[in-house]
């Protein structure tokens, strides 16, 4: 039997190879504090992206998760944001989330970590959420109200 993959030292790994810094969401701590506990639960964020040349350092906030591997997966697509020379380059948002995922499961491999079916499915769920909606058309739109100020 194969030894569960020690996903935190992996993470500190690739996030020290590609000079990313790591926050881990905590309940109650400031993050929480300021957007709301449901905001981080099986969400993660990345922000910044190793070839941006102003010197910043990319970040990735590691939400709230009751599955490691759903953690882990999840941080690795955030990566996939970080080290994606594609990134913020006109490329359409869906082809941005579906890069991350290809990124995150090269990596898993790369680190020896077999992807779970449930972390496939995980990965399936978030790029439904980017998937194109059809447009509302007039009628339907009536009714709807827009804050210009946020």
């Known amino acids: ?6 996903y935190q030292a992996i993470i500190q790994k690739i996030a020290k190879q590609y000079g ?15 957007n709301g506990t449901a905001k981080y639960l099986n969400h993660s964020w990345s922000c910044g992206s190793i070839h941006c040349v102003d010197g910043s350092v990319p970040e990735v906030f590691v939400g709230l998760y009751r599955s490691a591997m759903l953690r882990f997966v999840s941080f690795l697509h955030e990566v996939g944001h970080c080290i994606d020379f594609e990134f913020c380059n006109g490329t359409p948002l869906l082809t941005m989330e579906q890069r991350a995922w290809a990124i995150a499961w090269v990596l898993a491999e790369h680190h020896d970590v077999n992807v779970t079916a449930a972390a496939k499915l995980y990965a399936a769920e978030c790029l439904k959420t980017y998937e194109p909606r059809r447009h509302l058309n007039h009628q339907e739109s009536k009714g709807l109200h827009f804050n210009d100020n946020l």
Do not use: E
């Open 1 to 6: 039997m194969m030894a569960k993959p020690n």
């Open 20 to 34: 990313i810094k790591v926050l881990r969401i905590k309940r109650g701590d400031r993050y929480c504090k300021a």
